[in-house]
């Protein structure tokens, strides 16, 4: 794929699949892995739990991906599901809500939003935890959200979260969300599609 890098054209693809089970004495989660190429850029948007290493590189692979290729990696989160990967790509500037962390130095951004590429974005959007962002991709489908747990699943868009830093935060910000949306990737399931009103 890196040989054929479309210049007017984003690819997005979850590439490792997220889950959360919850069970009476324990829970289990992994985030979804989500890769966009956009020109040159190669992004991973949150890299998911432990012990996933393999599965990640194998994907990228597949979609003719070095690891050593990606050059950013976005964290919706700091979650250790979330975010326990990122120590495989080396190459890449780690983004985060407000923190920038390229070859061993880190920056700030202040604003609510902030462009990456031509067609990729990330704002703020706290709730979940209070360093929630979200990646807002323009792409030939419209609008997708990189939302990570601001929605973690389809069935979970109108219920507060049990863990939320702020669920009235959370709330306002699903709703912002929500209303640039074509489409939503959420933290542990698969896309989908906005119902517009």
Do not use: Q
Not at 9 to 15: D, G, L, P, R
């Amino acid at each position: 794929m890196e040989n054929i890098l479309r210049k007017n054209m984003v690819f997005i693809k979850i590439i490792k699949k997220g889950f959360w089970i919850k069970r009476k004495n324990y829970e289990r989660a992994s985030s979804n892995v989500v890769l966009v190429i956009n020109g040159k850029d190669i992004i991973l948007v949150d890299t998911g739990n432990l012990n996933e290493d393999k599965e990640i590189i194998s994907a990228l692979n597949i979609e003719g991906v070095r690891i050593n290729s990606i050059n950013i990696v976005i964290n919706t989160h700091y979650h250790l599901d979330h975010i326990s990967n990122n120590f495989l790509f080396k190459n890449a500037a780690i983004i985060a809500s407000g923190i920038i962390l390229k070859n061993g130095e880190f920056s700030k951004w202040d604003g609510k939003e902030m462009r990456i590429t031509k067609d990729v974005s990330i704002m703020k959007t706290p709730g979940h935890t209070r360093d929630d962002c979200s990646v807002i991709v323009r792409s030939n489908k419209g609008i997708i959200a990189i939302v990570g747990d601001l929605i973690p699943s389809k069935d979970r868009i109108n219920k507060k979260d049990p863990i939320a830093w702020n669920n009235k935060t959370l709330m306002k910000n699903r709703k912002r969300i929500l209303k640039i949306a074509d489409f939503i990737i959420p933290g542990h399931a698969p896309m989908f599609k906005v119902k517009k009103k």
